[in-house]
């Protein structure tokens, strides 16, 4: 199993063997112990522009307990590259999210221990998601497939990446923003970011059939479908959770000009926080990759979310889906602004 370097923190590491690969398909033992890794034999390996190093398969389990773990101290990490610590930070988003999705489905509901976990995630990430770097190796992500654990991933990062950047916008979220204190304001941002990764919690009583479903859904699995934010507010509601967030996951389907669901709320009735994770729950579906469709590109994906004609003889694309057209009728237009704004901060392609 190959694992970046950056994840390798001297003296925390299991004490699992680690190698590196050879010419011919080979392997060479590196450590024996990667609990007595030193930081000069990682400084070699970095001078060596070595990509990854290798344990073996039956280590995996142990291994990504050590990244949930030590996820502060490897994005802390100053010689660990953005790029791996952007992977390494998906990788065990990923895995909160599918473990929270997991045990939610046996229990009914998010137990102590999933809500724990988030929290931590959330606590480790919102330093790194704040540095400028992260941003660009986070956007890479971009275009990948869909799958629910790495949107959630996405939809976390974006979301506090842009509540950062977005002057105004948590005003909106949180009442009093302004008189909280920096702690008070760090915690504000942080049960943001818990929102933002369980928008989909309720989706743990989808059938897998209809999660991954080869092409579009029909009538009767569409409405299946619609059920999963009531679910996730199922889920939630014996948590402390602030009523915020709840309401965020059970109205993050709300359309700003009405006709969403579960509820057909419009305008100022939609919890602030659900409209923000309203336009970037879509951008990223949008631009991702799905087993019927390729990505659209991000610009394409911003015009057709502000409601732009696309020229179709000029550009040669299919014919715009009835669906896009009346997509600009989802969103709050003054939030999709900003957004489209933050974007513009952020090296994209397309």
């Known amino acids: 199993m190959a694992i970046p370097p950056g994840a390798i923190i001297p003296g925390t590491l299991p004490d699992f063997s680690i190698y590196v690969a050879a010419p011919q398909g080979r392997y060479i033992l590196w450590a024996l112990e990667g609990n007595n890794v030193s930081p000069e034999q990682l400084a070699r390996l970095s001078e060596s522009e070595?990509?990854?190093?290798?344990?073996n398969l039956d280590e995996h389990f142990k291994y990504e307990q050590y990244l949930e773990a030590n996820l502060g101290n490897i994005l802390e990490n100053p010689s660990t590259p953005d790029d791996q610590k952007a992977d390494i930070f998906s990788r065990v988003s990923t895995n909160v999210v599918k473990d929270a999705f997991e045990t939610s489905f046996g229990l009914g509901t998010m137990g102590d221990a999933a809500v724990r976990r988030t929290r931590q995630l959330i606590e480790y990430s919102l330093n790194f998601i704040k540095e400028s770097k992260s941003i660009n190796a986070l956007a890479k992500m971009i275009g990948h497939d869909y799958q629910t654990y790495e949107h959630a991933t996405k939809v976390l990062w974006f979301t506090v990446a842009f509540l950062q950047q977005a002057p105004g916008v948590l005003d909106q979220v949180v009442p009093d923003y302004q008189v909280l204190d920096e702690t008070g304001k760090?915690?504000?941002l942080r049960q943001c970011g818990v929102g933002a990764l369980l928008h989909d919690i309720g989706k743990a009583f989808i059938p897998q059939e209809i999660l991954t479903k080869n092409g579009p859904l029909d009538e009767v699995e569409w409405e299946i479908m619609k059920r999963h934010p009531l679910s996730g507010l199922a889920m939630l509601i014996d948590t402390d959770m602030p009523m915020f967030?709840?309401?965020a996951v059970l109205h993050h389907h709300e359309d700003f000009q009405g006709g969403g669901y579960p509820m057909k709320l419009e305008g100022t009735h939609i919890n602030p926080?659900?409209?923000v994770l309203r336009?970037?729950?879509?951008f990223d579906a949008m631009t991702s990759r799905r087993p019927y469709k390729e990505p659209t590109p991000p610009m394409k994906a911003v015009r057709i979310m502000i409601g732009a004609q696309e020229d179709h003889a000029a550009s040669g694309d299919q014919?715009?889906?009835d669906r896009d057209l009346g997509?600009?009728?989802c969103f709050d237009r003054d939030l999709l602004q900003k957004f489209i704004v933050f974007l513009g901060s952020i090296r994209l392609e397309g």
Request: proline content about 0%; glycine content about 0%.
């Open 50 to 55: 070595t990509k990854e190093v290798f344990v």
């Open 186 to 188: 760090t915690e504000m």
């Open 245 to 247: 967030v709840k309401k």
């Open 273 to 275: 926080l659900a409209r």
């Open 279 to 282: 336009i970037v729950d879509v």
């Open 319 to 321: 014919e715009q889906d």
């Open 327 to 329: 997509m600009r009728k």
